[in-house]
C-alpha cells in the first residue's frame, strides 16, 4: 500500500493527500467500535485493513 500512496503524490501533493488518509484511518476504529465483542475473526478483518490503508497514505 505504501507505493500506492507514493504513486498518488505524482498527481496530488503529499499534505493534501495525509487528510483523507488520516479520516480513513479513523474510520477503522469507529467501525470496530460498533462490531459486537463475541464477533468472528472474519467480521474484525474489514475494519482492520480499513485502518491499515488509511495510515500507509502518506
Known amino acids: 500500500m505504501p507505493f500506492v500512496g507514493a504513486l498518488f503524490t505524482r498527481w496530488i501533493s503529499a499534505a493534501v493527500l495525509s487528510g483523507p488518509g488520516q479520516l480513513i484511518a479513523a474510520a477503522g476504529p469507529g467501525w470496530l467500535s460498533r462490531i459486537?465483542?463475541?464477533?468472528?475473526?472474519?467480521?474484525?478483518?474489514?475494519?482492520?485493513?480499513?485502518?491499515?490503508?488509511?495510515?500507509?497514505?502518506?
Open 36 to 58: 459486537a465483542p463475541d464477533a468472528s475473526t472474519a467480521v474484525l478483518a474489514g475494519p482492520l485493513v480499513v485502518t491499515g490503508i488509511g495510515s500507509r497514505l502518506p
